[in-house]
């Protein structure tokens, strides 16, 4: 059973600081992994989606790699803003095309002006 | 392209009540799924479907949730009858059949059991 990770629960941050959140999932047979942002009262929003066979996907001021050995990504957020507060979530999909995401309990990020 | 469409967007209940919510996935999108968001938690798998068969409902529990997706477009999910721990968002997303797409999801519905 696939269980992820993610550390730390909370962060607070000012603005314009480098940022890395960390993703940590059991199984390493994962068709990809997914970062979502989720803001209060609100749906998730994907983020960046890294295929199995990938190392990294870049988006604006956001990279998030993947290390399936070691089951592990991480998500880096340059030059932080204030606009940038929400909580972040990873979730592993595992193989085959109809197999589910399996989500951590997210990072709640706070950017401070 | 318009989002997932999700109602109500909130809900307050009684205990051993029931209660129904409805969403209608992004045209054309194959896949839908009911993801289950309690406070401080990440969403957690209700159900899958493909069209409108059932891919994955191990998660369910099947003496008081039901949901269907008769014509493999829209969906409905309903609690009968609704505990307090049922508390929660619940979250609907679809994706395109196949592939690597994201999937995408809907603002929620939160309900409150008292």
């Known amino acids: 059973k696939q269980e992820v990770t993610q550390i730390p629960a909370a962060l607070s941050v000012p603005e314009g600081e480098n940022l890395v959140l960390n993703c940590s999932f059991t199984d390493s047979a994962i068709y990809n992994l997914q970062w979502f942002r989720q803001d209060p009262g609100k749906g998730l929003t994907s983020l960046l989606l890294?295929?199995?066979?990938?190392r990294e996907q870049t988006s604006g001021r956001l990279n998030a790699s993947l290390d399936k050995s070691s089951g592990r990504s991480t998500l880096y957020i340059a030059a932080s803003q204030p606009g940038d507060s929400a909580t972040y979530l990873c979730?592993?999909?595992?193989?085959?095309?109809?197999?589910?995401?399996?989500f951590g309990t997210g990072t709640r990020l706070q950017v401070t002006l | 392209e318009a989002g997932v469409a999700q109602s109500p967007r909130y809900k307050i209940i009684e205990k051993r009540q029931s209660v129904a919510f409805w969403c209608n996935p992004i045209s054309g999108h194959a896949t839908l799924y009911w993801y289950q968001q309690i406070l401080g938690q990440g969403p957690k798998l209700l159900i899958q479907f493909q069209n409108n068969g059932v891919v994955d409902d191990s998660q369910l529990p099947k003496d008081r949730f039901s949901a269907e997706r008769l014509k493999g477009v829209d969906s409905t999910l309903k609690i009968q009858p609704a505990k307090l721990e049922d508390s929660a968002v619940y979250l609907c997303?679809?994706?395109?059949?196949?592939?690597?797409?994201?999937?995408?999801f809907g603002n929620g519905t939160r309900l409150t059991v008292t």
């Open positions: 979730a592993a999909r595992g193989t085959g095309t109809a197999s589910k995401l399996t």
């Open positions: 997303a679809s994706r395109p059949q196949g592939g690597n797409s994201p999937l995408h």
């Open positions: 890294i295929q199995s066979s990938q």
